[in-house]
């Protein structure tokens, strides 16, 4: 009678299993047959009814029903859940490819991050960066750098000027002298001297009456001009690449003797020759030589003794080039769009 | 300066070189060739054809039909719309299937029903500049020299047939403004040799004493002046070769006398000038400086004031010329002149620089001369262009030269040794290569050594100004070599660290904290417009309210660019301004720059630069986006960059002043930041009007002195150790007047929160419904802390009501 009850209920309770849908249901299920007040406690209160014999048999059996369901319904559970985060998954499901939320971000301006990284590869090759005035003394801008007053060069870049001795620095060679003054004729001087620069030009698609500058001067005992030639070629290869060549041109400044200008091989083109080279495979980048034996003198240094290279490059030129910039009023007009393009570190 | 590849070829042998090639070797070693110029612009098949008859056109009044003979059987019929056009003439034909410049083919064709087969051309059409032709034949077609034969090919007689280069000479290589000086340069190039032209004069005429004296009376600018007198010339139209050259060279010819003088400086490097001698009175020769107010009418007939700074020639009477400059009207010598006065002299380059300068005149003379001469080129000149005058001008030359010689110059000795040279320029070369390339420049030399080496003593030739130092002869060495066998070496010195100053790394670390925030740097100009530089408050003040005043350049270059900038905030204004005006009117931006200030009417030391940091914030903050809406920019957020620059750059102590009476500022809505009690700035929102002045919407702008802030920044801090014991968070509701600033409410709080008090943070503000009109409540979250021990509530509470007492006493506070 009671093996009948037992067996009945095992036969409901799977049956009834394979319809519950929800945690809620089978825990419902769980109370209602084999909780603690379920239907199996209350079969088995009429243990007390059986014979001896039948008792232990009776017993094992309702444990083995116990187990087998408690079992079955520990399945159901994981399935249960397992369904249900897979509901929520779905639930959450998003469209991930609308756009994120903004994060502000900005960047430096062109100009300065050309500078920076200039002076980044001169700091590597153990330059300090030195800086001076923007307005200076006609002295130091010209005088000091073997430009006499009256010297023809000083045509070759008109000046602003405030009154007959100060002007608008015209090149931040200036710093230069400032710099070999300061240090008193102690060796070794590396600098290199960036900043804002001023000369009467008309403003056009080349032309600025504001631009930037980046000078660097080396004095030693025993610098070479092979030297200027191998400093120049690291940087080139920093700046522009490791396949960067470069090219020595006889030129002039009052400053330096022998004065070259410096090609290197043409960013557009790698040198095969195109237009930003004029078919030439090379670009001119910066203007260098050998330290004016006047120069070091007037700055306290004998030029017997020692000798020094120093060169002059415009980022203007360097971030046109290097960014393929059209024109050099982009970088004084501030147009969002065109500073936005520089969006980097 | 202008080289004509014919006329160079003159003095030295260019044998197997070409134009292109020979431009390619000039620029390589010093001098820059801009341009290889053919003249003949695309001229074919051109020759001297003979107008032997002109009749009108039938049809057209203004067309003439001409028979001209170009050397054929058969006579052309040509028709012309030159009004020049007549019998008789020699004139340039372009026969059928020739081409000129432009792409103009000729062919066999009927203007108004009448044959015309070729054309009789202009300069012009046959691509010569024809602004360096002689007026009458700018305005036709060009006539030929009668002498030429019929049928001849024009383009070697009018000198197409050549190259020019054009030489982009730097200042130091005056020399090269010579066709001498060119062909000693190439000869140094190409290791060839220099033919000098003959300078032989023959002397017909009588003694040229007593006609022509010579006197100095300023021997600091006139060092030597030498004349000839030339007498009986023919004055008229120079040869067509010389013609040619000096068009080539960019020099108008205008008749023999002048153009040769033209043509020997150009030449010789030297310039001259030709004196009619009848205006010349009694043949006298004074150089001396003009007086105060002194005028001259020069040869381009405007009136010239001097001073007497300027030197003149004159005759002892009146001025007859401003001296290598140009030459007066009143002795210029024109069709009726018979007699020349010859002048060849060396001037003081720096007077006659100074000179052209005053008067904004500059003449081919001046050009050479301010540039210091050749002072030997004086005779050579001398004597090149009178030898001419007789070839050309059919004159008689007078006996001997009348001059005054103060100064004379001897070659300079420069001494170049062997192993500075090897150690200056990183090389081994040998003696015996320098010794060669010394010789191709055509400079003596001596040789001295000793075991320390090869020592060259150097005799510079006068023509070669720019070499006075060792330094120079190295790069005489080093071009002609080659700059490209020069190795690349690295210095060998000691090891330095190289590095940024602390500032130039803060300036640095301002950047990326203000771009990691969104803000773009913007780089603007320093000159500004005086009406500019004052909109808006500077750092320092404004300048009402300062001794400052904007700088102003000498010389603008337009009004809107004439002072250097006392702030940095009006053309980050112009900036947001520019960018609204291209419907882009989100901006945020910020410029580190210098200002410049001093308190000189008329400088006389260098102006203070202050190096600032200006921020400009307009429209919104966050543009539109599907999540959030569009939020404009306000004071808050303009505030809340600058906290977190603040914090970033580790500068504590800052408070932030509600200040009413800044320029250009809104009188409710700026503060003045400090550091401890230090101003290093302000921050706040533009005044409407300035807003509207410079049509933007609500805009927020901030300005700090970066050295001041520099200065405080803490550059790094010991650790602290971690908190051992909890904290117990107390918020306090409480409600004051409505005008109580939050940061007096803040500093009484943690006045009265006394030790234990770790931190205070506002967390709510509110005023309306529930509170009384004109008060507000504002709600904070205060942590207390003991570090030595765990607080208890007990302690924590007798504090925190002391903190209500307090506030109750100090503001009339309510909790809520």
Known sequence: MMREQLEDLRTRVLAELEQVDSLSALEDLRVKYIGKKGELTEILKGMGKLSPEERPVIGQLANEIRQKLEQELEQKKDALEKAQLEARLQEETIDVTLPGRPVATASRHPLTQVIEEVEDIFIGLGFEVAEGPEVETDYYNFEALNLPKNHPARDMQDSFYITEEILMRTHTSPVQARTMERKEGKVPVKIICPGKVYRRDDDDATHSHQFTQIEGLMIDEGIRMSDLKGILLTFAKEMFGPDQKIRLRPSFFPFTEPSVEVDISCVMCGGEGCRTCKQTGWIEILGAGMVHPRVLEMSGYDPKRYTGFAFGMGPDRIAMLKFGIDDIRHFYTNDLRFLEQFNRL | ?816
């Open chain 2, 1 to 816: 300066m202008r080289v004509s590849y014919k006329w160079l070829s003159e003095y030295i042998d260019l044998s197997g070189v070409t134009p292109e090639e020979l431009a390619e070797k000039i620029t390589r070693s010093g001098i820059e060739v801009d341009v290889v110029e053919p003249r003949n612009r695309g001229v074919t098949n051109t020759v001297v054809g003979y107008v032997e008859s002109k009749e009108k056109h039938p049809d057209a009044d203004k067309l003439n039909v001409c028979t001209v003979d170009v050397g054929e059987t058969e006579k052309l019929q040509i028709v012309c719309g030159a009004p020049n056009v007549d019998a008789g003439q020699k004139v340039p034909v372009a026969l059928v299937g020739a081409k000129l410049p432009g792409g103009l083919k000729i062919k066999k064709a009927k203007l108004r029903g009448v044959e015309s087969r070729g054309m009789i051309c202009s300069a012009k059409e046959l691509g010569i500049n024809d602004k360096l032709l002689p007026k009458e034949q700018q305005d036709g077609i060009m006539v030929l020299p009668d002498s030429w034969q019929i049928g001849e090919d024009v383009i070697p007689l009018l000198g197409l047939d050549d190259v020019v280069l054009e030489l982009d000479l730097t200042p130091n290589r005056s020399d090269c403004l010579s066709m001498m000086g060119v062909a000693y340069e190439v000869a140094a190039i190409l290791g060839r040799e220099v033919r000098e032209p003959d300078l032989t004069v023959t002397e017909q005429g009588d003694e040229i004493d007593p006609k022509v004296s010579v006197r100095i009376d300023a021997p600091d600018h006139c060092y030597r002046y030498s004349a000839r007198l030339i007498e009986n010339v023919t004055l008229g139209p120079s040869p067509m070769w010389m013609q040619n050259r000096l068009i080539a060279a960019g020099i108008r010819p205008i008749n023999n006398v002048v153009d040769i003088t033209n043509y020997v400086m150009l030449e010789q490097g030297q310039p001259l000038h030709a004196f009619d001698y009848e205006a010349v009175f009694g043949g006298n020769i004074v150089v001396r400086l003009a007086q105060e107010g002194e005028t001259i009418v020069t040869l381009d007939d405007v009136e010239r004031t001097l001073d007497p700074e300027m030197l003149l020639i004159t005759d002892g009477d009146k001025p007859i010329g401003i001296a290598g400059v140009m030459g007066g009207a009143n002795s210029e010598v024109t069709e009726n002149t018979r007699t020349i006065l010859l002048e060849s002299a060396h001037f003081a380059g720096a007077s006659i620089r100074k000179t052209s300068r005053k008067l904004g005149l500059r003449s081919e003379a001046s050009l050479r001369f301010e540039k210091d001469v050749d002072p030997e080129g004086v005779m050579r000149a001398l004597e090149r262009a009178t030898q001419l005058m007789v070839e050309l001008a059919g004159g008689k030359v007078a006996k001997g030269i009348s001059e005054s010689v103060l100064r004379g110059q001897e070659p300079a000795v420069v001494e170049l040794n062997l192993n500075r040279l090897n150690k200056f320029l990183g090389m081994t070369l040998s003696r015996d290569t320098v010794a060669d390339i010394l010789r191709r420049l055509n400079f003596d030399f001596e040789e001295t050594g000793d075991q320390e080496g090869t020592v060259f003593q150097v005799k510079v030739p006068t023509r070669r100004q720019d070499i006075r130092l060792e330094e120079d002869l190295f790069e005489e060495v080093a071009r002609l070599y080659g700059y490209d066998e020069i190795p690349t070496t690295l210095p060998v010195t000691v090891t330095t660290p190289g590095s940024l100053t602390r500032e130039q790394y803060l300036r640095r670390q301002v950047r990326r904290i203000l771009n990691s925030m969104g803000m773009k740097e913007a780089m603007t100009y320093t000159f500004t417009s005086p009406s500019m530089a004052d909109d808006v408050e500077s750092v320092f003040g404004n300048l009402e309210n300062s001794d400052y005043q904007p700088i102003p350049l000498a010389m603008p270059m337009s009004e809107e660019r004439s002072v250097l900038r006392v702030n940095l905030l009006p053309h980050l204004m112009e900036t947001a301004a520019y960018n609204r005006n291209r419907r882009l009117e989100d901006v945020a931006v910020f410029e580190v720059g210098n200002i410049f200030l001093s308190e000189e009417k008329q400088l006389t030391s260098l102006p203070e630069e202050r190096l600032v940091l200006g921020g400009l914030l307009t429209g919104h903050w966050v543009g539109d986006h599907w999540l959030q809406n569009r939020q404009p920019v306000d004071f808050y957020l303009t505030r809340g960059i600058l906290d977190a620059l603040f914090e970033r750059l580790n500068v504590d102590e800052i408070s932030y002043r509600p200040v009413s009476g800044l320029k250009g500022m809104h009188p409710g809505r700026t503060a003045d930041i400090y550091v401890a009690q230090e101003r290093i700035g302000y921050v706040g929102q533009l005044h409407p009007e300035v807003q509207k002045k410079y049509d933007l919407g609500e805009t927020y702008v901030f300005q700090l002195e970066l050295e001041k802030l520099f200065a405080r920044v803490k550059d790094y801090e010991m650790y602290r150790p971690l908190p051992r014991f909890p904290a117990i968070n107390r918020d306090l509701a409480v409600v004051v007047d409505g005008d109580l600033a939050h940061a007096d409410l803040q500093a009484k709080i943690r006045e009265a929160g006394g030790k234990w008090l770790e931190s205070v943070h506002l967390f709510d503000v509110y005023s309306g419904e529930g509170i009384e009109e004109g008060k507000k409540s504002m709600a904070f979250s205060l942590v207390y802390r003991d570090p030595e021990k765990t607080l208890t509530d007990e302690e924590v509470n007798e504090v925190h009501d002391g903190v209500v007492r307090v506030l109750e006493e100090a503001f009339g506070a309510r909790l809520r």
